[in-house]
Nanobody, 128 residues
């Protein structure tokens, strides 16, 4: 059974850093496009970052570009999201998502509907 388990969330002051991890099991991780999305109360889920199956390509939302870095370790079935210079508007539940779509263009894979596998989410709270 496919499973994604996020960890690393917490409370941090503005300007601080956090590193989220997402451990995958039960799916062909090395062939999966991996993504992070987030959702704040009262807002729709939004795309944060994606990384191709081979780490060659990555795409970021404008709001996090230059502050967040997505990476993966295929040998460990894990994807990471390093978040630096955090801002209060980054407060959200962060979700890891996976799709077995190694040949899809990255511009297509920024949409959450493309991902059949989701984690339970981890809360990130940034205080001002």
């Amino acid at each position: 059974q496919e499973q994604l388990l996020e960890s690393g969330g917490g409370l941090v002051q503005a300007g601080g850093s956090l590193r989220l991890s997402c451990a995958a099991s039960g799916l062909a991780f090395s062939s999966a496009t991996m993504a992070w999305f987030r959702q704040s109360p009262g807002k729709e889920r939004e795309f944060v970052a994606i990384i191709s199956y081979n780490s060659v390509n990555s795409v970021y939302a404008d709001s996090v570009n230059g502050r967040f870095t997505i990476s993966r370790a295929n040998a460990e079935n894990t994807v990471y999201l390093q978040m630096n210079d955090l801002k209060p508007e980054d407060t959200a539940v962060y979700y890891c998502a996976a799709a077995l779509a190694p040949n899809q263009p990255m511009r297509v894979m920024i949409h959450g509907a493309r991902y059949p596998y989701w984690g339970q989410g981890t809360q990130v709270t940034v205080s001002s």
